[in-house]
């Protein structure tokens, strides 16, 4: 059976495995910002979820000191150019 993809068609299996995978990444994103998937939630719920914590993250961003948030993101990019340079070195 083939089906439809959002990028093409698929074979049944290929599709399968490409969810499987697509699950993985959410799991570690979900692991990364809310914590262990103990309840062992869907993916689409880990997305509500992930989505939710962005959400209420953006809201504290608002509420912070302008100039905080401003020396924050100076400093992450700084850290990002800092790191870019180290792994273009290697």
């Known amino acids: 059976m083939i089906y439809l993809f959002s990028y093409g068609e698929f074979k049944a299996e290929d599709q399968e495995k490409m969810l ?10 979900y ?10 939630i869907s993916t689409l719920q880990m997305l509500t979820n992930i989505e939710n914590r ?8 608002e509420m912070m ?18 790191k ?3 792994e273009k070195m290697l």
């Open 65 to 82: 000191p302008q100039e905080k948030v401003e020396a924050a993101e100076k400093a992450k990019e700084k850290e990002r150019r800092l």
């Open 31 to 40: 692991r990364c910002c809310i914590g262990d998937n103990e309840a062992n």
């Open 54 to 61: 962005l959400e209420d993250l953006f809201e504290q961003i």
């Open 84 to 86: 870019l340079r180290e």
């Open 20 to 29: 499987a995978n697509l699950n993985r990444k959410v799991e570690e994103v």
